[in-house]
């Protein structure tokens, strides 16, 4: 940019420092946070430490990564942002949001206590304080977002995802709806990639995130498992695993793939290693806001599996017998590779006289 440009630039909005609130007191195994810090594209080291041009400054108050820092210490600026006195500040909750109406005597949750009563608080009563406050809320895995394990059939707690808690049409003090990063845990870079973005926003140089219905973001979480698996040409052939040692298919030993919303097979897991169906464990749907009812047994067949599969048959065979004639051609070099006296390439000298 030139001076004369730099001059008639409209100033940048956005912050130098924002801190981030991450609360995992509900009902949550912090398996989130663990595999945030194996992602490398960001690293959450790189974050913290301003390695990454043109973000913000992060204070990040996490207790399983701030392990030095325990107690009142360590609650200090939730203390603070609730007295509105922490601006600006992203929270993220991680686990699920239990129902504190049904709890009886006692309280599901607690994250410090209340200096008054000395009464345990409960991770509703934080939500209830900060999110309001918060610049971006955003909820780390698929508990925090949808309910997730904690919230199936038959729970006592009658837990439930953020945006069920504060209503899908919530809107943060920077205008955000909640972004939600699904995923039982998250994909370490998908969560990482998210809170950059969100980060880039808060600093003013990027839109906010595109979202999608469910509040996930769109290039995440737009394609199924099924479109960016490397299983998928056996699926096509109609060459499907009878059990789990098999390198094929795996729709009918219980592979929930064509109908789920996540890209960990496409990318896998860490550094592009891991991942689920495309590395013989079928996908179990962990992203999905039905999760985990509405896919369990995990290992049986889904209902669909068994219609597609039967209608891909005929084809599947019939097209992998072709392929396999095409192989065996190709598989073979051309019969002009010899050591023999005369050549027979088809070589044409024709600039000789
Ligand atoms: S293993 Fe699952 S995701 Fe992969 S091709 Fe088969 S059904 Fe699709
Ligand atoms: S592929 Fe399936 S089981 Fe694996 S992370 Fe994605 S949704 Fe979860």
Known sequence: M???????APAREGFDEIT???ISEGMSCDGDTVSMTASAQPSIEDLVNGRIPGLPKVNLHNKVLSPAVGGEQFLAPFRAAARGELDPFIL???GSIPNENVNGDGFWTSFGNDPDTG???TLNRWIDMLAPRAWAVVAA?????????HAMAGNPT????LADYLGWDFRSAGALPIVNVPGCPIQPENFMETLTWVLYHAAGSAPPPPLDSMLRPQWLFGKTVHEGC???SYYEQADFARDYNSPKCQVKVGCWGPVVNCNVPKRGWMGGLGGCPNVGGICIA??????PDKFMPFMDQPPGGSLSTMLIKPYGAFIRRMRAITNRTANREPKWHHKRDALTSGYDPRWRP
């Open 2 to 8: 030139t001076q004369a440009q730099e001059a008639t």
């Open 20 to 22: 981030i609130l991450w």
């Open 92 to 94: 993220v909750i991680e």
């Open 119 to 121: 009464e345990p608080m």
């Open 141 to 149: 895995g698929t508990c925090a977002a949808y309910g997730g394990i």
């Open 158 to 161: 009658g837990c439930m995802g």
């Open 230 to 232: 490397d299983r998928g």
């Open 286 to 291: 962990c992203t999905m806001p039905g999760f």
